[in-house]
């Protein structure tokens, strides 16, 4: 399931997709890893190291990045942090 999402968060279509969409791919994926959006994204942060789950905390990282500083801001406010956990 975990690589089918970040596979699917990862494709060119995701940029075609609308951003509620896209939100709850990675909503999704956040909670098949069990990691804090914030830290994730963080590119200094040290995560722990998960090989196999490296891979979709790239997807989400460049995902993220893609992203206009608006729909950035809507994700912060809408995704998993520890501040709701």
Do not use: Y
């Amino acid at each position: 399931m975990r690589c089918k999402l970040s596979g699917f968060l990862s494709r060119d279509a995701t940029i075609r997709m609308a951003l509620p969409v896209q939100i709850a791919l990675a909503t999704a994926l956040l909670g098949l890893l069990s990691l804090d959006f914030e830290k994730l994204i963080q590119s200094n942060s040290c995560l722990p190291a998960m090989s196999r789950q490296s891979v979709s905390i790239d997807h989400i990282r460049s995902w993220f990045s893609s992203l206009t500083k608006e729909q950035q801001a809507l994700s912060l406010s809408l995704l998993p942090s520890s501040d709701v956990r």
